[in-house]
């Protein structure tokens, strides 16, 4: 599966990171697991990297059900990095639609995200 994450309960943190092959199923279920996930915390930052990501075929009805059934709370900031014009479009979609606009930002510079979210530049 090219989504896996990791949860840093101590710092708040959810960092994600996608890589090859993104499809639907991959996103539907990186979501599911994380829902499910006894160490996650809806109010925790989220750090999502889809720099390595090759190719996708992530449909628009799945990024719209996906802002939907979002995981996390009000108050969470979320930052997406989102390097190719594709994904950037895609993240961007997703920003839209997603019930709290002032907590999810789509960036294509690493730096940029890890500050806005508050985080080292490391």
């Known amino acids: 599966m090219p989504a896996t994450y990791t949860i840093d309960v101590a710092r708040g943190l ?3 990171r996608l890589w090859g092959r993104l499809t639907d199923e991959d996103l539907i279920d990186h979501q599911q697991r994380l829902r499910t996930d006894p160490e996650f915390d809806p109010g925790f930052r989220q750090f999502a990297d889809f720099s390595d990501v090759e190719e996708t075929t ?9 802002a939907r059934t979002n995981p996390w709370g009000a108050g969470a900031r979320r930052a997406m990095l989102a390097p190719s014009d594709l994904l950037f479009g895609l993240a961007r979609m997703f920003e839209m639609l997603d019930e709290h606009l002032d907590e999810v930002r789509v960036f294509r510079n690493a730096d940029e995200a890890r500050a806005w979210l508050g985080l080292d530049a490391d």
């Open 14 to 16: 959810v960092v994600t």
């Open 58 to 66: 992530i449909a628009p009805e799945v990024i719209r059900e996906l």
